[in-house]
């Protein structure tokens, strides 16, 4: 595959990812709340409105960091599907080091939520920034030591590479503890459920409380692409991404990136949300260990 | 195309560096200074150094967040918002600018810098990871023991004693007049009801209190508020 048609793949898989991802966001609210499907063209319909509103400001706000940290954000979510090989030796950015990459694009992801929080000059987004970095520092120690076990059988920090080596047994398997752990960073990359502490409704919005017209539009449309980005990553690294029989692989690809999306999305919908200060002990005293155990047991294995 | 990001990176290095010194906020001072360590990082890459590369950017970022926000609580500037000066003692801080970018510059002019392009199909990931797990691992460890070390003994020392007082005595704001009653609102003695509801109905009369006297419309409104949620 040259380069020019990964790159048209990854547009297309972004696009259509967005796309379903909202509506599976919907679909999920109304069947707990026990009503009918919905139409798949609501997310144009919603971004129509969006786009439709007038674009509201606020006293001093810091413009420039506002819009790069919407900018920002959308752009770390494509950085992060760019590394995921859509076949055997295929990805658009294709270096040796793509797992540090991403882990460079989880780390970027805490710094633009929280400028985009603190940018408006506005109390309740504020309060959202300064939360979401107390649990999305933790949450990406986390993520690291899960993302080291899953390159340590394949010796190396390639995702294509870490794809490859699971031919035989999928890291889901081999690492069992491994992608419950990284689901729970997915919910806090794509700000959902109860790990949102950056934009949730006891902020009335926390960090996008002033976001209206196209700016909400955009800040939606890029975190639902974070929840694209984060979905292939974690298929990649822990269900074997393109590998699987008779299909092409960037089909099982996406299907896999279809399967864990829903999962992400069902889990923002049902799992409880926790006061900050009780989810910062889950996370330091109860998740981290965990994660310590999945590197430990990763390398034992790995030495055998 | 290497020279032209070559380029594009240091110049934006060099001008976020700048920018540090010249904004009035130390959030944006701390980002601008995370954008030019960014750069680096990127001539890193460019110079085949991909681990070094990419890992200056995690670092980078998740360094300079949490350097941000401390600098915020520290300085109680609410929310690092507030224009203040980024710079003083000028004199002497334009004095060690020049004298360091003149040292800077005849180091670099003096030095007989290295020209060895990277052999095609060297993996420097492996070279890197020989180095640091190799002939350099008691240096890095001991280095890395120390700062860890030294990361805890800051953090013991620095969080007992607060701005309100010692964290474990309990906090009360200072007073508005030295040795003064303590700033903030007073908290009243609750007639032996306890629980929530006799501490909600004080803050309600707290609220009253605060409010205008001769407007009592208000009051009933805020009153109601609850009754209407529910």
Redesign the interface.
């Known amino acids: 595959m040259s380069f020019a048609l990964a790159l048209t793949t990854l547009i297309l898989f972004l696009a259509i990812g967005i796309w379903i991802a909202a509506i599976l966001d919907a679909l999920f609210y109304r069947r707990i709340s026990g009503q009918g499907g919905v139409s798949v063209l609501s997310p144009f319909y919603a971004a129509a409105a969006h786009l439709s509103r007038q674009r509201l400001t606020t006293e ?1 706000p ?1 413009r420039l ?1 506002w819009y790069l940290a919407i900018a920002g954000y959308l752009a770390i979510a494509t950085i992060g599907l760019a590394v995921v090989p859509f076949g055997p030796e295929t990805a658009v950015i294709g ?3 793509s797992v ?2 991403w ?2 694009c ?3 992801v ?2 633009l939520v ?2 985009h929080g ?1 940018s408006p ?1 506005s109390p309740l987004a ?1 309060i959202g920034a ?1 939360r979401y ?1 107390a649990i999305g ?1 933790p949450i ?1 120690l986390l993520s690291m030591f899960v993302l080291i076990a899953a390159a340590l059988p394949a010796r190396s ?1 390639d995702l294509r590479d870490i794809v490859a080596s699971q031919e035989g047994l999928w890291n889901v398997i081999r690492q069992p503890l491994g992608l419950p752990l990284f689901l729970l960073l997915g919910l806090s990359l794509t700000l959902r459920g109860p790990f949102d502490y950056a934009d949730s409704a006891d902020l009335a919005g926390g960090t996008s409380v002033e976001d209206s017209g196209a700016n909400r539009a955009g800040w939606q449309v890029a975190r639902l692409a974070m929840l694209v980005g984060f979905s292939a990553i974690a298929a990649s690294t822990f269900l074997g991404g393109y590998l699987g029989p008779v299909l092409p692989g960037i089909v099982w690809l996406a299907i896999k990136t279809l399967i864990l999306m829903a999962v992400v999305i069902g889990l923002s919908h049902l799992l409880a949300r926790m006061p900050v200060a009780r989810m910062l002990g889950l996370i330091w005293k109860f998740l981290l260990p965990i994660a310590f155990a999945d590197l430990l047991l990763a390398g034992l294995v790995a030495l055998a | 195309m290497t020279n032209l990001a070559f380029y594009t990176l240091s110049a934006l290095a060099i001008w976020s560096g700048w920018r540090v010194f010249r904004v009035d906020s130390m959030i944006r001072a701390t980002f601008a200074l995370m954008v030019s360590f960014i750069c680096v990082g990127g001539i890193a890459l460019l110079m085949s150094a991909d681990y070094i590369g990419i890992a200056t950017v995690f670092m980078m970022a998740v360094e300079m967040t949490v350097m941000g926000l401390f600098m915020v609580m520290f300085m109680m500037n609410p929310a690092g918002l507030n224009p203040m000066q980024m710079v003083h003692q000028h004199r002497f801080s334009i004095g060690a600018g020049i004298a360091a970018f003149i040292g800077l510059t005849v180091a670099v002019l003096a030095t007989n810098l290295p020209n060895n392009p990277l052999p095609a199909g060297r993996d420097t990931l492996h070279d890197l990871g020989v180095e640091l797990l190799g002939g350099s691992m008691l240096i890095f460890e001991t280095a890395g023991v120390t700062l860890l070390a030294t990361m805890v003994g800051a953090v013991v020392l620095s969080s007992r004693r607060g701005r309100f007082g010692d964290s474990d005595a309990g906090a009360v704001p200072p007073g508005l007049q030295p040795g003064g009653q303590p700033a903030g609102r007073k908290v009243e003695k609750s007639g032996g009801h306890g629980g929530h509801g006799g501490d909600g109905s004080h803050d309600m009369n707290m609220n009253m209190k605060g409010a205008p006297k001769s407007d009592d419309a208000p009051h009933k409104g805020h009153g109601k508020m609850p009754e209407e949620e529910s």
Do not use: C, H, P
Request: aromatic letters at 12%; glycine letters at 4%.
């Open positions: 001093a810091d960091n270096i040796k080091t540090v990459l882990g460079a989880e780390s970027l805490v710094v929280f400028l603190w000059n504020l300064y970095v520092l990406m920090l």
